[in-house]
């Protein structure tokens, strides 16, 4: 197997893969020649001409095989959803046999029938559009579910879910003909 090492350290079997390393992505502002010397994908146009687009992050070698990603859209931060910290996913495999992940961030999560939830089931007719509330907040470390006082209620781990119920990964929540296992983000 012939191998290769990029300018970012990663070794690759160029049979396979020429002088384009498999590990760094397209964007990434160097590439391999085939003299193993590297070029700017900037200065040269070599990903595709024009101007890069200026929202999008990027990546920098700032030397010793060491990749900084920056954020360029002005906030400072790669998170779409506002910089609010991933505590869990909810998992279904009702709608899609071959399942969908929800996101659960800190702070307030509506789950609904309602296109303007956060997490929307809109073709769940048995589900109300607000039914359900998952709650994270960080000084107490916990997910927390609150039924929205929803038509046909909300059942976690086969009980009806009354008041505040506390999350633990691989409860089952079923929310209408929606069933869904919670996932939670383990602190680290």
Known sequence: MPTKKCPNGHQYDSSIYGDNCPFCPESSHTRVNNDDS???TRATGWDGGGETDATA???EDIGGGHTVI???NGTGMSNPDGGRKLVGVLISYSAN???EVYKIYEGRNIVGRSNTADISFSNDDKMS????LILYVEAEGIVWAEDQKSS???YIN????RGMVELHTNDIIVLGATKMV????PEF
Do not use: I, M
Not at 182 to 185: A, D, M, Y
């Open 152 to 154: 046909n209620g909300t």
């Open 158 to 161: 086969g009980k009806f879910a």
């Open 182 to 185: 919670f996932l939670g983000v």
């Open 129 to 132: 559009k607000e039914h359900l």
């Open 57 to 59: 992050p990027y990546q």
């Open 38 to 40: 590297t070029q700017s």
């Open 97 to 99: 046999p071959a399942g």
């Open 70 to 72: 920056r954020n360029l």
